[in-house]
């Protein structure tokens, strides 16, 4: 991507201090960091997991994998079997669509 992650990632000052507490850590004591995060285009934040790990290519450096939490949450619900398309297209509207996900997920 070419940017540091303070600058492409929209972070507020709490979850930027969560983050680079993480990257200061060893990464044995590194744990699984839940945040908040808003893009420029989204109207709401978007929950995101990044686990901090060190760069295999240089011990000085660390790699951010990032997991958008809902796109994994609605997987991880049809992996279940649970019927998130149903749900969506029983629903009147986005909007009634959006707070049932909400709800159910």
Do not use: C
Request: neutral net charge.
């Amino acid at each position: 991507m070419g940017k540091r992650w303070d600058e492409a990632l929209h972070l507020d000052q709490r979850s930027r201090e969560m983050v680079r507490k993480a990257l200061r850590l060893p990464e044995a004591e590194r744990d699984r960091l839940t945040l908040s995060v808003r893009t420029q285009a989204e109207r709401h934040a978007r929950r995101l997991e990044i686990d901090v790990h060190d760069d295999p290519r240089d011990p000085g450096r660390r790699i951010l994998f990032l997991r958008d939490w809902k796109m994994y949450t609605i997987q991880k619900s049809t992996d279940e079997g649970r019927a998130v398309e149903n749900l969506v297209h029983a629903s009147g509207n986005p909007e009634e669509a959006e707070a049932e996900l909400k709800l159910w997920l």
